[in-house]
């Protein structure tokens, strides 16, 4: 069928240059279609960009139609423009001629979902360098003459653990020499990284630039990084998704913004917080805000004008609702099968009765990131590690303020560090006037009484509230307390199970769990997994005696495993 052509203004930037009115237009179509005739495939083109994006019109894989010179593809006016193209999961085949001629592209990414390159899909590109192919269950297969008379310096990179199979592969036998092994970086929070050719594959050698990470968050999620697979909805307005963080699984106490992969162009929807329920959001919204998708194939990030307040002893849902009607507005992602929660695909086409996404046959989660910071804590950023996939360090270099690495031969994970302004909510450390200590379960889960506060401080020096009155600190977790010494009397788990108290002869305590005057603790030689001890001193110091032999300072709590 022949493909339509639907020149469309989406939006109009008038700007006075030289007393002149320029415009920028953004015209849009389809490009493929089902055995139906139904269309499967849709495109857009912004002028001022110069970027085509094509993704699919449902939540199945499409292939870009086949053209040829009697039925040349609807952007072919542009194609001599044309910089970037973006083609979204999805596209699962690039049809005969589709980029024929764009001889302004430079690079592009074949997302996981292609397994089909058609003849001359790519012929007379001449600037095309860079093929970036992500597909890793089997090669992505080109036909004849789809990259002829392109640059002499292009090079497929491919990902490191499957580049074997792409050059035994039949169909790659004329380009084994151009193939190039690439690596993944993946970062948390806020770090942007900069990438030749903002390639997702980086080559061995090359440098990466680092970003971002200024601000200590937590973010939580429940994607693990996964790609993007798929999208769902009703096709009517009200369809809600979102996801459940349950109590005890965050610390923080405010959310500042929410990211989400944006898929499908939606004009109108709603962010909302909620801060209690348990099989669905309950209470008075902590926040909302409007929010809209522009069809972006990436994480768009909304943040609240003002941070939201949250407890920590409630559970969080992170909530969006389809308020347009578009069919199709809910990204999602296949997680490995260990690592899948039912938290993380909630949903309801209502926003008041909600289900496990499971239970109506999509085995998928939603591709959403909670932001939540700790704002009783002041921390100063202090720079990046960077670790490779074997865990070991990677060299990080600082120039007048600017981060970067080289890359590896190992995909590697980016993380920010930080120092903390250790504070309390009485005040600073040295100021408090009441007990600490310390606890280790290997195997219960325990309650913090009223009037508790509990931290744990990981190896990179980050302070982190874990839990306040009531909160149940979980099994394997060792936190710092700060109590009243009445308080510090009784430490009860949630189920009953755990109870430490200053007669419990049961317990292996060192010191007097009350931690009254000069107690010090007994030196062990080592914490045994299911065995509970309680460490403390005085509240005027913040800190550990010397505990196996390793001089602890003050104004650090350390926890040893």
């Not at 001889?103 to 001359?120: E, K």
């Not at 193939?179 to 997702?200: C, E, F, H, M, W």
């Not at 009441?434 to 290997?442: D, K, S």
């Not at 931690?515 to 001193?537: C, R």
Request: glycine share 8%; hydrophobic share 35%; with cysteine.
């Amino acid at each position: 069928m022949n493909c339509s052509r639907l020149y469309i203004i989406f939006t109009l930037l008038a700007l006075l240059l030289a007393g002149q009115a320029a415009w920028a237009e953004v015209f849009s179509g389809y490009c493929g279609f089902d055995t139906y005739g139904n269309p499967s495939m849709m495109w857009e083109y912004d002028t001022e960009t110069k970027k085509l994006t094509i993704k699919t019109t449902d939540d199945r894989n499409h292939t870009i139609a086949d053209y040829d010179s009697s039925n040349l593809p609807p952007w072919d006016p542009y194609k001599s423009d044309i910089t970037a193209i973006h083609l979204s999961m999805g596209v699962s085949g690039i049809g005969n001629d589709a980029f024929s001629g764009c001889s302004a592209l430079s690079s592009i990414v074949l997302p996981a979902s292609v397994t089909r390159i058609g003849n001359n899909a790519f012929k007379g590109c001449s600037a095309l360098a860079f093929v970036y192919c992500l597909r890793t269950s089997s090669p992505s297969e080109p036909e004849e003459d789809c990259f002829a008379g392109t640059s002499d310096a292009l090079v497929f990179v491919v990902p490191a653990d499957v580049f074997d199979d792409y050059y035994d592969n039949a169909c790659w036998s004329g380009y084994r020499s151009k193939l190039r092994k690439g690596y993944t970086v993946q970062t948390d929070s806020d770090i942007t990284t900069s990438t030749p050719q903002n390639a997702p594959l980086v080559q061995e050698g090359e440098t990466v630039s680092l970003s971002g990470g200024m601000h200590y968050v937590n973010m939580y999620s429940y994607d693990h990084n996964e790609p993007y697979s798929t999208s769902i909805g009703t096709g009517y307005p009200g369809f809600c998704w979102g996801i459940m963080l349950p109590a005890g699984s965050y610390t923080g106490n405010v959310i500042t913004k929410v990211a989400v992969h944006d898929y499908l162009r939606m004009a109108k929807g709603t962010l909302t917080i909620y801060n209690d329920g348990e099989v669905a959001p309950s209470g008075d919204p902590v926040g909302s805000m409007e929010v809209s998708f522009t069809g972006s194939d990436c994480f768009v990030t909304f943040e609240f004008a003002e941070p939201l307040t949250v407890d920590p002893v409630k559970n969080v849902w992170v909530v969006f609702k389809n308020e347009s009607g578009e069919s199709y507005t809910a990204s999602a992602c296949k997680c490995p099968e260990d690592l899948k929660d039912p938290n993380g695909r909630w949903v309801s086409t209502d926003g008041s009765d909600w289900m496990d996404l499971k239970s109506v046959g999509f085995d998928l989660t939603f591709m959403i990131h909670a932001f939540i910071e700790d704002q009783t804590m002041n921390y100063s950023f202090k720079g990046y590690s960077v670790k490779d996939a074997d865990d070991g360090d990677v060299s990080v270099d600082e120039t007048s303020g600017i981060f970067s690495f080289v890359m590896p031969a190992k995909n590697v994970t980016v993380t920010a560090t930080w120092t903390a302004d250790l504070k309390a909510y009485e005040g600073t450390v040295s100021d408090v006037t009441g007990y600490w200590a310390t606890i280790y379960h290997g195997s219960l889960n325990y309650q913090l009484p009223a009037g508790a506060q509990a931290f744990t401080m990981d190896s990179d020096h980050h302070l982190i509230r874990v839990g306040t009155d009531g909160s149940v600190i979980p099994a394997g977790q060792a936190v710092v307390i700060f109590a009243e010494a009445s308080a510090l009397k009784d430490l009860t788990a949630g189920s009953g199970t755990l109870t430490l108290t200053a007669t419990d002869s049961t317990a292996d305590i060192h010191g007097t769990n009350i931690l009254q005057g000069s107690d010090n603790p007994v030196p062990v030689s080592s914490i045994t997994t299911g065995t509970p001890h309680v460490l403390g001193i005085a509240s005027s110091v913040f800190g550990f005696h010397p505990y196996n032999g390793i001089s602890i300072p003050a104004n650090r709590a350390y926890y040893l495993k």
